[in-house]
């Protein structure tokens, strides 16, 4: 009896959880921690645990939990560097098992003139003095630490090229090289961008803030507006879903003239760019989105050859999500769409009626679906601009 008491209780704290980024702790009786997990958004991460049919891992680990404890964090990049200090802390039963500690992901920074941040996997950490360099970590993706420093390089540059070899580096004409290629860049100024970095990975951005506040308010503002979409990245489901193909539609013209609509592709959590299409609108009237995606829509579902999408995405809000499913049904077109609106703080929009397990299914793939509205966008843009031939 205790135990369903106990289970009602992490079903409450889970309901409470914020729609925000932070970081999760599963603990046990003993109140030691069993997991640590990032979350775009806590409470649709953490709602996974309590649906049927998780992962084997995943039930075995939940078979054994006793408490649930989470920290709101102000940001995604908050929440990964936060995760990788608490798995540091705890190394928890559940984020090591079935993996060898080597395989996890560090950020090296060397005690140099001009270091720049290595990313090493835990096998090398060996060849690397705690007293010779600052080491970060641990970090559970290559791939998100690679995109991480980029856009902390966005804010901060640093240098990769070779010291003063009279010729720029591509980074430096992209504003990424503060110009160590050219001896543009004193140690001392190169140190600040370096330290600054060091704060930041050590989990200690108010401090950051308020130091760049007072010296340098551009770089405050800069870091404070970081563009966090790049990191997104599909969290896994815990449950089997069939959510297994999803697509996304956004429109672009110029002035109300020229006009193209952009389908993009995620199947199995990946983009899939072979089976992008782009549409140059013949029939909606000119600035009216609406029926320029209505007229994208149907386009797209006369191709009986192209896979079904399990569910659909729509740069808009619920006017643009209620017009497009009444006008579907009247084509006999029986579809899942959602809509997110930059406009509407990003909220998803769902079709009406829509099932409760579907929205949460959805929800959980928030990231996904953000991932899928930019990548859209820049299609659409980039076919209008091109006048592409992938017409369809």
Known sequence: ????????????????????????????????????GRATSLRSRLSQYLQKNLERRISEMMSQVFDLRFIETDSLLQA????????????????????????????????????????????????????????????????????????????????????????????????????VCLGKVTVEDYQKNIKNIKLLLKGEKKRLLTQLLRDNPEKAQALKH?????????????????????????????GGKESYGAMVVMEEGRLNKSAYRLFKIREAPAADDERALLEVLLRRFNHSEWPLPNLIMIDGGRAQIS??????????????????????GDVLVFSQPSKKQQREIANSLKSSLLQ???????????????????KF
């Open 1 to 36: 009896m205790k135990e369903i008491v106990d289970r009602k209780i992490i079903k409450e704290k889970v309901k409470k959880a914020p729609l925000k980024p932070g970081v999760y702790f599963w603990l046990d009786k003993k109140g030691e921690v069993l997991y640590v």
């Open 80 to 179: 990964i560097i936060t995760e990788a200090q608490e798995i540091k802390r705890y190394w928890p039963k559940y984020n090591v098992k079935d993996r060898d500690d080597r395989s996890f992901v560090y950020i090296v920074i060397l005690q140099e003139d001009y270091p720049h941040p290595i990313i090493i996997r835990g096998q090398d950490l060996k060849k690397f003095s705690p007293l010779k360099a600052d080491i970060f970590g641990p970090y559970q993706s290559y791939a998100l630490v690679k995109k991480f420093l980029r856009l902390i390089r966005s804010v901060f540059p640093y240098s990769t090229c070779r010291f003063n070899s009279g010729q720029a580096c591509f980074d430096y004409q992209i504003g990424l090289c503060p110009g």
């Open 226 to 254: 970081l563009q966090e979409v790049s990191l997104l990245q599909r969290e896994d489901s815990l449950v089997k879903t069939r959510l297994n193909r999803l697509e996304g539609y956004d429109i672009s013209h110029h």
């Open 323 to 344: 017009f497009l499913t009444r006008e579907l049904k009247k084509h006999n077109i029986e579809t899942s769409l959602v809509g997110i609106s930059k406009y509407g």
């Open 372 to 390: 899928l509205r930019e990548e859209a966008h820049r299609f659409a843009n980039y076919g209008r601009r091109r006048g592409s031939k992938l």
